[in-house]
């Protein structure tokens, strides 16, 4: 069994920077991704971010140069957002699969292990 929580979200300015944190507990497999994905209301859940076991990054197009990745410590992985905007309000979660990234940004399909969310809301 393995656990997610996700942490960081809240109010910012538009142009305000924010880190979210993904703390994964349980048993984790020698070769996995974590990715960050997020849902504003009425809209389809998007990947943004993902990284791999062995230091490989993905992000959508429309976040790259604002969005950050990273692994903090063995269990945390964190998503720094830069210039944030209106249009980056939305619940982020994250989500773990135990297989490596292969050069694309995974789809919410391809992974079971689910965080709760965090919000993030961004004014203008």
Known sequence: QVDLVESGGKSVQSGGSLTLS????GRMYHEYSV????QAPEKER???AA??????RAYAESVKGRF??????PNTWDLEIT??????TAMYLCAVRWWPLRGTLPEASDFVYWGQGTQVTVSS
């Open 22 to 25: 993904c703390e994964v507990s």
């Open 35 to 38: 990715a960050w994905f997020r």
């Open 46 to 48: 998007e990947p943004v």
């Open 51 to 56: 990284i791999d076991s062995a230091g490989e």
């Open 68 to 73: 950050t990745v990273s692994r903090q410590n």
């Open 83 to 88: 210039s944030l905007k209106p249009d980056d």
